[in-house]
């Protein structure tokens, strides 16, 4: 692992966003070689990053909490579209001093990809891992259909997705935290239930990673990725071994070397 950068600040909020009420995070680097921009899941927030952004010493970082999450929170739920323009507001205002380079994770590759579908001229490189992308190949589910109680799902979500062992270890003040989020979960959910395609992959000319790990959905990733080379030939798919869904918390070295070395093939002369 490496270590922390004399030349890097540490991660702050910081007051200047350019999204009124939207909780922004940063650290800046002397000498950085481009911005990453973070964008997280369902039910997660911006601070999941931090261990993918110690390893991205050269870069800049943003990370935030997107609408209806954790600092954001008082903004409400959004759709897809809002959250796409809050990002490209963020790359707006990135892309004027560096090249932009956006890692999207789960539900956050979905802002990313629509985000760079809008700007293609200011991102220069996207990274998503295990993003759902239902209208290329939908995943069957025995799940039982939501409900419209959010604090339920968002604790039947964390259950699931992460386990019942971390939810019993959590404090009672960080359960609420999550239940707090669960009207933005619902509204993330009955986007990616949809089959309908919210954009057009075919058109994306940005270069793109879709990165996934070969744990207990590698099966259903391996098409989808497939899948997803049929729609679009440029997206280049990677498959991390020894990850989950979690690999932004676990595999946060794999992601940084993927970043790394997309960003020596497709931006190093930008």
Not at 40 to 62: Q, W
Not at 180 to 200: I, S, Y
Not at 258 to 267: A, E, F, G, M, N
């Amino acid at each position: 692992m490496p270590t922390p950068s004399a030349r890097a600040t540490r991660i702050h909020f910081t007051a200047n966003a350019p999204v009124q009420g939207l909780a922004v995070a940063e650290r800046r680097v002397e000498g950085s070689k481009g911005c990453v921009i973070f964008v997280h899941g369902a039910l997660d927030r911006g601070g999941s990053f931090a261990r993918l952004v110690r390893r991205l010493e050269n870069f800049d970082a943003v990370v935030y909490d997107r609408r209806g999450y954790q600092g954001s929170r008082d903004l409400g739920p959004a759709g897809l579209a809002v959250h796409v323009d809050d990002l490209s507001k963020l790359i707006d205002r990135e892309a004027e001093r560096q090249p932009v380079i956006l890692l999207g994770h789960s539900f956050g590759g979905l802002v990313t990809f629509g985000a760079a579908l809008r700007e293609p001229s200011n991102v220069q490189l996207v990274v998503n891992f295990e993003s759902p992308l239902p209208w290329i190949l939908r995943r069957e589910s025995s799940r039982p259909a939501l409900t419209d109680d959010a604090r339920y799902e968002a604790e039947r979500f964390f259950r699931r997705v992460v386990s019942t062992k971390a939810w019993d270890r959590l404090s009672e003040h960080q359960r609420e935290s999550r239940r707090l989020d669960g009207p933005a979960l619902l509204r993330d959910l009955a986007t990616v239930q949809r089959t309908k395609a919210p954009f057009d992959l075919s058109t994306l000319r940005v270069p793109a990673t879709y990165a996934y790990g070969d744990g207990v959905l590698a099966d259903y990733y391996r098409a989808l990725a497939a899948e997803l080379v049929k729609v679009n030939p440029s997206i280049e798919t990677e498959e991390l071994e020894h990850a989950n869904h979690d690999a932004h918390l676990k595999n946060p070295d794999q992601l940084a070397a993927i970043v790394q070395r997309r960003w020596d093939q497709v931006c190093a002369s930008v």
